[in-house]
């Protein structure tokens, strides 16, 4: 089964779920725009704020939505090590990541991920957003929100070309859900595109521009 159809092909089931508080906090320096959150959803589109609280489970190494497995072939893929928490959702409409108590944190709701492919048209939607969450615990958040969104585009960019996403794919998603304009959180989808075709041709060339890093883990 390939990567892509992996990731929607398990079923979620809420099994005694409760809410569990997500809250993270910046550091003066990064301004009072920037929050450590990066959040889309098909409804709410992107932005760095959103829901405090998310009716879900951690999930487990094995876990039968499939959404650790896809993260793990992403990390391998980019040989990123750090640790850091994945949690299935149901009924929230989206995947986020973000720093909670100094923990790195990512959290899916598995049918957003396939209402995402069915908007798009491709399978390689759902692994994009994954891989642009994933991005954002690699690179850090910050120096700005714009700036950090373009990292984990980046990140993103060169993750999917090592899956074996075509070069086209890889930014169809952005280009089909991101913005015309700039918003306070994040750049315009052309911008963004252009940063996930500079990481593909990177990773096709077997290099890394490190300058879409903060700090790298």
């Known amino acids: 089964m390939s990567l892509a159809r992996f990731v929607i092909s398990r079923r979620l089931c809420l099994c005694g779920l409760g809410a569990i508080a997500l809250t993270g906090s910046a550091s003066a320096a990064d301004g009072p725009r920037f929050r450590p959150l990066c959040s889309y959803s098909i409804?709410?589109?992107?932005?760095?704020?959103?829901?405090?609280?998310?009716?879900?489970?951690?999930?487990?190494?094995?876990?039968?939505?499939?959404?650790?497995?896809?993260?793990?072939?992403?990390r391998q893929a980019l040989s990123f090590t750090a640790p850091f928490d994945i949690y299935i959702a149901e009924q929230e409409d989206?995947?986020?990541?973000?720093?909670?108590?100094?923990?790195?944190?990512?959290?899916?709701?598995?049918?957003?991920?396939?209402?995402?492919?069915?908007?798009v048209g491709t399978e390689w939607a759902a692994i994009q957003v994954i891989a642009h969450e994933v991005g954002h615990h690699?690179?850090?958040?910050?120096?700005?929100?714009?700036?950090?969104?373009?990292?984990?585009?980046?990140?993103?960019?060169?993750?999917?070309?090592?899956?074996?996403?075509?070069?086209?794919?890889?930014?169809?998603?952005?280009?089909?859900?991101?913005?015309?304009r700039d918003t306070m959180s994040h750049p315009n989808k052309y911008a963004r595109a252009m940063t996930i075709e500079r990481g593909w041709d990177d990773a096709s060339q077997g290099t890394i521009d490190y300058s879409f890093c903060l700090s790298c883990r």
């Open 94 to 119: 989206n995947a986020s990541a973000r720093v909670a108590n100094g923990r790195k944190v990512l959290t899916v709701d598995v049918g957003f991920l396939q209402k995402l492919n069915a908007m």
């Open 43 to 74: 409804k709410d589109g992107w932005s760095d704020t959103g829901p405090q609280n998310f009716i879900t489970r951690q999930a487990s190494a094995n876990d039968r939505s499939g959404v650790p497995q896809v993260v793990g072939r992403i």
């Open 138 to 180: 690699i690179a850090g958040f910050g120096p700005t929100s714009h700036r950090s969104e373009l990292n984990a585009d980046y990140w993103s960019g060169q993750a999917l070309q090592r899956l074996g996403s075509a070069r086209e794919p890889a930014t169809r998603t952005i280009l089909r859900v991101g913005t015309e």
